[in-house]
């Protein structure tokens, strides 16, 4: 089990299209205490993607090869390709006071939750389906037969938020970045993250963990 007592691991999950990368993006230049969690995955660069900082892409050959080392905290298969946490991202002893975020799909969200218990999990809802078809045939990265079985794999996705701290519905950007920052912020205030980082000013006004 992972002890990061001081710090917050922040696990989002959406269905394809909802917006959940945009959203954490937009996060991450409004938070620079948080560090991107990023993934290692099989599947090929799609346009604008950067290895190493979007994903660190790589062959099955080698994702198999880490699997079997026991490196990944977790581990799927989706959409016919591999994606893994590596242990590195939330074992460096090197980075401290910094939050964590993670993108990633149910079955990943699982696992890491039963590693760490304390793991916020946070569910990007899109307004519709209808608006979800739209936004994956405007992403033109897929055909229509590819959108179909994302759309009914998101269908299943979605009953799964109720397994979550929060949902944002992501019909509004501006909004849904607002609802974000906003949760970072809550947790900050609750009782163990302020003892961890406020811990000689508890100790001297006598509250106890």
Known sequence: ????????????TAPSGSGKSSLIKALLNDNESITFSISYTTRKPRFGEKNGIDYHFVSVEDFLKMRNNNEFIEWAKVHSNF???????????TIKDTDFIIEIDCQGSDQIK????????????PPSIEELRNRLILRNLDSMEVIEKRLSEAKNEIMRSSDYDYVIINSDFNLARSDMNHIIKSTKLRFQYQYFKNKNLFNKLGITN
Not at 1 to 12: E, G, H, R
Not at 83 to 93: A, C, E, L, Q, R
Not at 114 to 125: D, E, G, Q
């Open 83 to 93: 994606y893994g946490t590596h242990k590195s991202v939330i074992n460096n002893k």
């Open 114 to 125: 039963n590693c760490y218990p304390n793991a916020i999990r946070i569910f990007i809802l």
């Open 1 to 12: 089990m992972i002890n990061m007592s001081n710090n917050n691991l922040f696990i989002v």
